[in-house]
């Protein structure tokens, strides 16, 4: 090959990447901004909700608190409902927190001072999240509200992600031009915006790559066969009460608020006895303390004569993680699993996922989230500057398509790699596939014409 001929590869390889970056980028736009601003709110959700709601939150340690039984007693009789789940108060200044279905249906949570009983305020349920501000704030950032197609948006976004980081490396490569700056070398215009965008997104590359891949795992097509391959191959979930005793068909994750990731989908076992004296909930809080769940769990009450008592906890040191299952008659055992139980794949994914909500380096990993949220909002905005002082007008502007489409077999392979790695992008490319060829077919007809 002559160098005019490989100058002339080059180049067009550096058009492609350059037009399927810039349509990726213009496409998953929203949806980074969306992912950027409610990750950066939700990372802070517990200071955001402590001091927002400060009164329900933190009481005056005293020295003795009351039982279990005359604090949730307290919670019903002010606010008459189903008892669903109580949660102890995790420090000495902290409030207990009992949630209740009332009569009209409607999920509340009851904050009471563990050393009088009085009842503090109400709030309604916002699970996890802590409050329904912050409810509304987690919704908006896995898109849940649009429902099934809502998820799958997300996890395309987050998959794009990660190639338009590689992509967008490869563009910055210098080539024998003023490319490949390592800092803001323009004074204004859009030059400016465009070593804004390259400068933020190398700094930034290896924190973006993190944060899409550890928030796959809660995706319905990545997350689900990242599941089953890890379960597959013994390195994700272990073997556990289900192939022993019956289950139910409701997932852990729905029945306690927050519970491990690996755990969620896994079914919530049954009693074995469908009448008797169900265990006090004083008791069922004993045992549980006694076989050491840190402070912050929540313990879920049984649904049905056939339910069982589980108490979970996910706190910031992931390896105090635990789901226990108590048999509501008996008392017995069902199920207790933690952090070290899982395998290889599942104990990773469980650090992920801690590190991408910002709980497992304390402030610092906030801090390093809160940036590199900020950093994902400057390139969107300067992607979008850029694209709008550059587009002709009353037109897209998106860059000509390549007339020389001799592009490298390792890229075509990778290409293929990474659509089978992240399934719905390998859909998402088949499709502007399709676009690019009919656009490259109809141009040629014209210029033949």
């Given at each position: 090959?002559?160098?005019l001929?490989?100058?002339?590869?080059?180049?067009?390889?550096?058009?492609?990447?350059?037009?399927w970056h810039f349509?990726?980028?213009?496409?998953?736009?929203?949806?980074?901004?969306?992912?950027?601003?409610?990750?950066?709110?939700?990372?802070?959700?517990?200071?955001?909700n402590?001091?927002?709601?400060a009164?329900?939150?933190?009481?005056?340690?005293?020295?003795?608190?009351?039982?279990?039984?005359?604090?949730?007693?307290?919670a019903?009789?002010?606010?008459?409902?189903?008892l669903?789940?109580?949660?102890?108060?995790?420090?000495?200044d902290?409030?207990?927190e009992?949630?209740?279905?009332?009569?009209?249906?409607?999920?509340?949570?009851v904050?009471?001072?563990?050393?009088?009983?009085?009842?503090?305020?109400?709030?309604?349920?916002?699970?996890?999240a802590?409050?329904?501000?912050?409810?509304?704030?987690?919704?908006?950032?896995?898109?849940?509200y649009?429902?099934?197609?809502?998820?799958?948006?997300?996890?395309?976004?987050?998959?794009?992600?990660?190639?338009?980081?590689?992509?967008?490396?490869?563009?910055?490569?210098?080539?024998?031009?003023?490319?490949?700056?390592?800092?803001?070398?323009?004074?204004?215009?859009?030059p400016?915006?465009r070593?804004?965008?390259?400068?933020?997104?190398l700094?930034?590359?290896?924190?973006?790559?993190f944060?899409?891949?550890?928030?796959?795992?809660?995706?319905?097509?990545?997350?689900?066969?990242?599941?089953?391959?890890?379960?597959?191959?013994?390195?994700?979930?272990?073997?556990?009460?289900?192939?022993?005793?019956?289950?139910?068909?409701?997932?852990?994750?729905d029945?306690?608020?927050?519970?491990?990731?690996?755990?969620?989908?896994?079914p919530?076992?049954l009693?074995t006895?469908?009448?008797?004296?169900?265990?006090?909930?004083?008791?069922v809080?004993?045992?549980?303390?006694?076989?050491?769940?840190?402070?912050?769990?929540?313990?879920s009450?049984?649904?049905?004569?056939?339910?069982?008592?589980?108490a979970?906890?996910y706190p910031d040191?992931?390896t105090?993680?635990?789901v226990?299952?108590l048999d509501?008659?008996?008392?017995?055992?069902?199920?207790d699993?933690?952090?070290?139980?899982?395998?290889?794949?599942?104990?990773?994914?469980?650090?992920?996922?801690?590190?991408?909500m910002?709980?497992?380096f304390?402030?610092?990993?906030?801090?390093v989230?809160?940036?590199t949220c900020?950093?994902?909002?400057?390139?969107?905005?300067?992607?979008?500057?850029?694209?709008?002082?550059?587009?002709?007008?009353?037109?897209?502007?998106?860059p000509?398509?390549?007339?020389?489409?001799?592009?490298?077999?390792?890229?075509?392979?990778?290409?293929?790699?990474?659509?089978?790695f992240?399934?719905?992008?390998?859909?998402?490319?088949?499709?502007?596939?399709?676009?690019?060829?009919?656009?490259?077919?109809?141009?040629?007809?014209?210029q033949?014409?």
């Amino acid at each position: 090959m002559t160098d005019l001929t490989q100058r002339a590869a080059s180049a067009a390889l550096y058009r492609a990447v350059w037009r399927w970056h810039f349509i990726a980028g213009l496409l998953v736009l929203p949806f980074m901004l969306i992912l950027a601003i409610t990750g950066g709110i939700y990372i802070f959700k517990d200071e955001i909700n402590d001091a927002a709601h400060a009164p329900l939150r933190f009481v005056e340690a005293g020295e003795t608190a009351l039982a279990p039984s005359q604090i949730t007693a307290a919670a019903l009789d002010a606010h008459p409902g189903t008892l669903r789940a109580y949660t102890p108060a995790q420090t000495p200044d902290r409030s207990a927190e009992v949630d209740i279905t009332g009569a009209d249906g409607l999920r509340d949570t009851v904050y009471v001072d563990p050393y009088t009983g009085n009842v503090l305020g109400t709030l309604w349920d916002g699970g996890a999240a802590g409050s329904p501000a912050m409810f509304v704030v987690r919704k908006l950032h896995s898109l849940e509200y649009v429902g099934w197609l809502g998820n799958r948006l997300i996890e395309l976004a987050a998959g794009w992600m990660v190639l338009l980081v590689g992509t967008g490396l490869y563009l910055w490569m210098p080539r024998g031009r003023n490319v490949g700056t390592v800092r803001i070398k323009a004074a204004r215009g859009r030059p400016w915006w465009r070593d804004l965008h390259a400068v933020t997104g190398l700094y930034t590359a290896g924190f973006i790559v993190f944060l899409a891949m550890t928030g796959l795992p809660w995706s319905g097509v990545w997350g689900a066969k990242f599941y089953d391959t890890a379960y597959a191959i013994g390195l994700g979930m272990p073997d556990g009460y289900w192939s022993k005793i019956p289950v139910s068909t409701e997932p852990v994750g729905d029945a306690v608020d927050r519970a491990p990731w690996i755990m969620e989908q896994q079914p919530v076992p049954l009693s074995t006895a469908a009448e008797g004296v169900p265990q006090g909930l004083d008791t069922v809080v004993s045992t549980v303390e006694r076989l050491g769940l840190v402070p912050g769990y929540s313990v879920s009450m049984p649904k049905g004569a056939t339910g069982v008592f589980t108490a979970s906890v996910y706190p910031d040191d992931i390896t105090d993680e635990r789901v226990i299952h108590l048999d509501q008659y008996s008392g017995e055992v069902l199920y207790d699993a933690g952090f070290e139980d899982l395998g290889t794949l599942g104990r990773w994914a469980e650090w992920g996922v801690s590190v991408h909500m910002g709980q497992e380096f304390g402030l610092v990993n906030q801090i390093v989230l809160l940036l590199t949220c900020l950093a994902m909002v400057a390139m969107c905005v300067s992607a979008a500057t850029m694209w709008w002082k550059r587009r002709p007008s009353g037109r897209i502007g998106v860059p000509q398509v390549p007339a020389d489409w001799r592009i490298p077999r390792g890229l075509l392979v990778m290409a293929v790699i990474a659509g089978v790695f992240f399934p719905l992008v390998g859909v998402s490319m088949l499709v502007l596939a399709v676009v690019e060829i009919i656009v490259w077919l109809l141009r040629r007809q014209r210029q033949i014409a």
